[in-house]
C-alpha cells in the first residue's frame, strides 16, 4: 500500500509546490517594488544619455515610490554595461538602457557577449536623436563643404574621435569616410567628455556629438558645430545645415531605450514598462528631454523590440557593403 502511495504524494506535493510558486510570482509582481531599483547606464556621467536618463530616473521613482539608482558602466562603446544588465537577476530590481550601438557591435567585433535583440526584454524607447559634426574653432572650415574640401588637400589623414568602437559616433565617422573616399583614421575613447578633452588637446580633428553636450561647448566657443546627421534640421538649431545637403543621403541617428534581461517575469516587465511609458509621455518630462535637441521616447515594448530589429539589419547591410570586418 505504502509503495503504491508514495509516488501518488509525491505527485501531489509537486502540483502543489508549482501552485504555490505561481501563487508567489503573482503576489511578488503585485507588490513589485518593495524595494530600491537600479538602473545601468552603459556611458559616462554627465553624457546626454546619463543626463537623459537621470530625469527619466526620478520621475520612474516618484511613479514607482521606490529609488532608482543610476549606476554608469562605461567601456566598449556601450557593451560593458549592457553585458552587466545580461549578467543582473531577473527579477526587475534591476535596468538598462541598450544602445544604438549594441546593434552595430556584433557586425564589427568576434564573440560578442550578448544578442540585444534575444537576451533582453524591450520595455520603451528613451530617446532617438541626430549628431553635429564638430571639429576645434580654429579649424579652417565653416560649413562641410568647406571641411571636406580641406580634408582633401591634407596629405595625412584626417583623426576623427568616437566614445567607443563599435558606437554610432564611431560608424558616423566611417559613414563620412565611405561616402566621400577620404582618408580618414578612427580614435576610440571611453566616452564624450574623454573626446572632447582630446578635440582641444589636437589630438583628432573632428567628432560626432549630441546636441545636448555639444550645445554648452558650441556656446562657450570651445567647438564649432559644421553641420547635423539627420535629413530634416534640428528644431533646437533650425540654422545649422544637414550634412545631407552636402553629402545626399548621409544619415545617422542615435537612440537609447529601457530593457531587462530575458526571462524577467512578464507581469514585472509589463508594469515597468507600462510607469516608464507614463514618465515618459507626461508633458514636463518630454519637454526637459526635448530640450537635449532630440525626439523623447515612450512607445511600446513591441514598437521598440521591432526597431531594434530594423536597425540591427540596416547597420549589418551597411557595413557589409562597405567591407568591414570584425
Do not use: C
Amino acid at each position: 500500500m505504502t509503495s503504491i502511495q508514495s509516488p501518488f504524494r509525491r505527485v501531489v506535493q509537486a502540483v502543489l509546490a508549482a501552485t504555490l510558486g505561481v501563487s508567489a510570482i503573482g503576489v511578488s509582481a503585485q507588490e513589485f517594488p518593495n524595494r530600491p531599483l537600479r538602473l545601468i547606464v552603459p556611458y559616462s556621467a554627465g553624457s546626454t544619455t546619463d543626463l537623459i536618463a537621470r530625469i527619466a530616473a526620478q520621475e520612474l521613482s516618484e511613479r514607482l515610490k521606490q529609488p532608482v539608482a543610476v549606476d554608469n558602466r562605461t567601456g566598449a562603446g556601450g557593451t560593458v554595461g549592457v553585458n552587466s544588465l545580461k549578467a543582473s537577476a531577473k527579477d526587475g530590481y534591476t535596468m538598462g538602457l541598450i544602445v544604438s550601438g549594441n546593434v552595430i557591435a556584433p557586425w564589427l567585433t568576434k564573440d560578442m557577449p550578448f544578442d540585444v535583440r534575444k537576451d533582453f526584454t524591450a520595455l520603451s524607447m528613451l530617446w532617438a536623436g541626430p549628431y553635429i559634426l564638430n571639429v576645434p574653432p580654429s579649424f579652417p572650415a565653416n560649413s562641410v563643404a568647406e571641411f571636406l574640401a580641406e580634408a582633401k588637400k591634407r596629405n595625412k589623414p584626417m583623426l576623427f574621435g568616437s566614445s567607443g568602437n563599435g558606437t554610432t559616433t564611431h560608424l558616423a565617422g566611417e559613414l563620412l569616410k565611405q561616402m566621400t573616399g577620404i582618408p580618414m583614421t578612427h580614435v576610440p575613447y571611453r566616452g564624450s567628455p574623454q573626446v572632447v578633452a582630446g578635440l582641444m588637446s589636437g589630438d583628432i580633428d573632428f567628432y560626432f556629438d549630441l546636441y545636448g553636450t555639444s550645445r554648452p561647448l558650441m556656446d562657450s566657443g570651445k567647438i564649432k558645430a559644421l553641420g547635423i546627421s539627420s535629413l530634416k534640421p534640428l528644431p533646437a538649431m533650425p540654422s545649422l545645415p544637414t550634412i545631407d545637403t552636402t553629402l545626399k543621403g548621409f544619415e545617422v541617428l542615435a537612440w537609447t531605450g529601457f530593457a531587462v534581461p530575458e526571462g524577467t517575469p512578464k507581469a514585472i516587465a509589463d508594469k515597468l514598462g507600462t510607469e516608464i511609458r507614463a514618465a515618459l509621455n507626461k508633458p514636463e518630462i518630454a519637454a526637459k528631454i526635448a530640450a537635449f535637441g532630440v525626439q523623447p521616447g515612450g512607445n511600446t515594448p513591441a514598437e521598440f523590440s521591432a526597431f531594434v530589429n530594423a536597425e540591427f539589419d540596416k547597420w549589418g547591410r551597411i557595413i557589409q557593403a562597405a567591407g568591414l570586418k570584425p
